[in-house]
């Protein structure tokens, strides 16, 4: 199931699979060479995750993206950040530094290589390691909740931006959270959302 989950997956995110095309198990069957349990396991899972939903004539279809949904829910995510990376500054170990580091390493080499999938990847991690280091449960649960809707977003929106925007961003929390200024690493967070959104509502117009 994990190898149709991840080839299915990665057609949809890198736009081999339209907005509302159908979804159907034989085609894909025959598509990826396997037999209809793993893809159906792994259709299964794609819509728990939002990127397809149900259609009773033929099983499954693409998602369409919701605009006013994705901007509502970025101003959620920005605010709840913001404040997770102020709480990080604090409570960041130095395991979870070296680790941040070792993330901005690949993020740049990956960069570098023009791999935007592995860059994401790396972004998902980064965002992750900051919510783990803020040291509140209640923070990391709200997180772990939405984070199949964060995951969704990132990906579906991974090909209209550029890789250096994300390091350069992710370079100065990480400085923040290192140098352990709380507000600093607040404001980097919230500098970094919020360009994100307005770089996003620039390519979608």
Not at 86 to 112: D, F, V
Not at 170 to 188: G, T, V
Request: net charge positive; glycine share 4%.
């Amino acid at each position: 199931m994990e190898l149709a989950y991840k080839l299915i997956f990665e057609d949809i995110i890198l736009g081999k699979f339209q907005n509302g095309e159908r979804m159907q198990q034989e085609r894909l069957s025959l598509m990826y060479g396997m037999s209809r349990t793993p893809v159906r396991e792994a259709l299964m899972k794609l819509e728990t995750e939002g990127y397809i939903k149900k259609d009773d004539r033929v099983g499954y279809k693409v998602s369409n993206v919701d605009i006013i949904d994705y901007i509502d829910f970025w101003e959620f995510r920005k605010n709840l950040e913001s404040h997770i990376a102020y709480l990080a500054a604090t409570n960041i170990s130095i395991q979870q530094l070296m680790k941040l580091s070792r993330n901005l390493e690949k993020t740049k080499k990956m960069g570098n290589s023009g791999n935007s999938l592995e860059v994401f990847r790396c972004d998902e991690e980064f965002h992750k390691l900051v919510v783990e280091s803020s040291g509140n449960k209640y923070f990391i649960d709200v997180y772990n909740l939405y984070e199949a809707k964060i995951r969704y977003y990132r990906y579906l929106f991974q090909q209209k931006v550029n890789a250096s925007m994300i390091y350069d961003a992710h370079s100065k929390i990480y400085k923040a959270l290192e140098s352990r200024s709380e507000d600093a690493a607040k404001r980097a967070m919230y500098q970094h959302m919020n360009a994100f959104m307005r770089h996003l509502r620039d390519k979608l117009r």
